[in-house]
């Protein structure tokens, strides 16, 4: 089945500790997102990339680190810079389209809560 | 700033009644709009994508019109379900910036 996974699906780690969560894609998309959710908020773009190798800060890039050194995979690391870093982490993909943007797909997201 | 607002947090509505949900913007030219199905605790489900030179996208049950004049979306569900209950969120983006952005949602509930 193509889709995207997100592990793990619970995160708990302690004050002052960087933490990866992972992100993997067997759709062949060239495009992948990650997006920090909040209670009651809408989605708010941490980092997106649209190649390999490249990768570009989103709105509220701080405290966060990427990487994309395969097609599939989008690594987010939440470094202990975050202030507020407790919160539901989720990443998607999609196919750029020619004349614009197509649908995003998104993973089942990870529940990161700092003790 | 740029802004997206649905009108509304919370919506309830009777079995088989139309659903209409609004997402209005300021400060915004987008190219495309998007509405999203989100369940507790899952990831966002794309519905249905309108660009702005078209004024209204059909899908089975759903409907969504776009007026840039108005700078307003609006998502129909008709002969709603119970299982039509949920958050929709709307998604904006210009043709320039490669990336979405997303309005707070609006949850509905469609009671039996």
């Known amino acids: 089945d193509g889709g995207i996974t997100q592990s793990p699906k619970y995160l708990f780690r302690k004050e002052g500790q960087n933490v990866t969560l992972s992100c993997e894609q067997n759709?062949?998309?060239?495009?992948m997102y990650w997006y920090r959710q909040d209670p009651g908020q809408g989605l708010r773009l941490i980092y997106y990339?649209?190649?390999?190798?490249?990768?570009q800060k989103g709105d509220i890039a701080e405290g966060y680190s990427v990487s994309r050194e395969k097609k599939e995979s989008f690594p987010l690391t939440v470094t202990s810079a975050q202030k507020n870093p407790t919160a539901f982490y989720l990443c998607?993909?999609?196919?750029?389209?020619?004349?614009?943007?197509?649908?995003?797909?998104f993973g089942p997201g990870t529940r990161l809560t700092v003790l | 700033s740029q802004k997206i607002e649905q009108n509304s947090e919370a919506l309830n509505i009777q079995e088989g009644k139309t659903a209409t949900l609004t997402c209005n913007y300021t400060?915004?030219?987008?190219?495309?709009l998007q509405w999203y199905r989100q369940d507790p605790g899952r990831g966002p489900v794309f519905l249905l994508l309108?660009?702005?030179?078209?004024k209204e996208k059909r899908k089975e049950r759903l409907k969504v019109t776009f007026d840039t004049t108005l700078k307003q979306s609006l998502f129909h569900i008709t002969a709603s379900q119970p299982a039509d209950s949920a958050t929709y969120l709307c998604?904006?983006?210009?043709?320039?910036?490669?990336?979405?952005?997303f309005g707070s949602g609006t949850q509905l509930t469609v009671l039996p």
């Open positions: 309108i660009r702005e030179n078209e």
């Open positions: 998607a993909s999609s196919i750029p389209a020619g004349d614009g943007w197509n649908e995003q797909f």
């Open positions: 990339s649209q190649i390999v190798n490249d990768f």
């Open positions: 759709l062949n998309h060239d495009a």
């Open positions: 998604a904006l983006s210009s043709g320039s910036a490669r990336q979405l952005t």
């Open positions: 400060n915004y030219s987008p190219a495309y």
